[in-house]
């Protein structure tokens, strides 16, 4: 009973407004800032792109997301995603459904209408936000990001959240809870662009270099909050 009670659609969208509530919370009462700090005049000129983080390390990057633009992210089929999914709609981000899996079987959570639907928004000039993990494995980015950089022709940007105040869980994705009050900073990476013809010896090259650029971004994000932790203690 109470799970069915906790899946039901009024369990949710409480649920999903206590999450948005806490994260403008924490987002308004902390100070940010964007590293480099000219990011959105070099992002500009490939409007839209396909912006890429770890799973666990999105909570604040919807904040990065400005009036004007348009924004889908990519949400799990997963009954865990509708509450991500409730709490992405109040923040103002539209939402495409669908996911791989840990095996790569990517028909099987609706990945390749996913992939589909996703090379359609880009082609309308809509931003596409996605979590590059393999599904239940951290920090291993999957193909089908490269794939779809591939067949829409828009660039890869890497982007890490951080801030000094947080809560890191022990979760296979090793998710940090970031707290209010806290120093923040966002750090975005050069973009990668995937060429329409490569073999798949050179897809896994570029899967290879998000996963690496991925990493970079959130150890020089990490690595800048804790400084400035240090020194305001």
């Given at each position: 009973m109470l799970k069915k009670i906790g899946r039901s659609a009024a369990a949710t969208a409480a649920l999903g407004w206590t999450l948005t509530a806490y994260l403008r919370f924490a987002y308004k009462t902390s100070r940010f800032h964007i590293e480099p700090a000219d990011i959105y005049e070099r992002v500009d000129p490939h409007m839209p792109i396909i912006l890429a983080t770890w799973h666990g390390q999105h909570f604040l990057v919807p904040f990065l997301r400005r009036p004007h633009d348009k924004v889908a992210v990519l949400v799990s089929r997963h009954r865990d995603g509708e509450i991500n999914a409730e709490v992405l709609r109040r923040l103002g981000s539209g939402l495409i459904r669908g996911s791989g899996d840990h095996?790569?079987?990517?028909?099987?959570?609706?990945?390749?209408?996913?992939?589909?639907?996703?090379?359609?928004?880009?082609?309308?000039g809509t931003t596409i936000v996605m979590t590059a993990d393999v599904p239940k494995t951290s920090r291993r980015a999957g193909l089908g990001i490269v794939t779809l950089a591939q067949i829409s022709g828009r660039p890869i940007y890497p982007?890490?959240?951080?801030?000094?105040?947080?809560?890191?869980?022990?979760?296979?994705?090793?998710?940090?809870?970031n707290l209010p009050?806290?120093?923040?900073?966002?750090?975005?990476?050069?973009?990668?662009?995937?060429?329409?013809?490569?073999?798949?010896?050179?897809?896994e090259r570029y899967r290879q270099a998000v996963e690496d650029a991925l990493n970079a971004v959130t150890e020089r994000a990490y690595a800048i909050v804790d400084q400035r932790r240090g020194q305001s203690s």
């Amino acid at each position: 009973m109470l799970k069915k009670i906790g899946r039901s659609a009024a369990a949710t969208a409480a649920l999903g407004w206590t999450l948005t509530a806490y994260l403008r919370f924490a987002y308004k009462t902390s100070r940010f800032h964007i590293e480099p700090a000219d990011i959105y005049e070099r992002v500009d000129p490939h409007m839209p792109i396909i912006l890429a983080t770890w799973h666990g390390q999105h909570f604040l990057v919807p904040f990065l997301r400005r009036p004007h633009d348009k924004v889908a992210v990519l949400v799990s089929r997963h009954r865990d995603g509708e509450i991500n999914a409730e709490v992405l709609r109040r923040l103002g981000s539209g939402l495409i459904r669908g996911s791989g899996d840990h095996r790569r079987r990517f028909m099987r959570k609706g990945g390749a209408a996913a992939l589909r639907e996703m090379a359609r928004a880009l082609a309308a000039g809509t931003t596409i936000v996605m979590t590059a993990d393999v599904p239940k494995t951290s920090r291993r980015a999957g193909l089908g990001i490269v794939t779809l950089a591939q067949i829409s022709g828009r660039p890869i940007y890497p982007v890490a959240a951080a801030t000094s105040r947080r809560v890191e869980l022990h979760s296979w994705d090793r998710a940090a809870v970031n707290l209010p009050f806290s120093k923040g900073v966002f750090v975005a990476g050069e973009p990668i662009f995937v060429p329409a013809d490569i073999d798949k010896t050179q897809a896994e090259r570029y899967r290879q270099a998000v996963e690496d650029a991925l990493n970079a971004v959130t150890e020089r994000a990490y690595a800048i909050v804790d400084q400035r932790r240090g020194q305001s203690s």
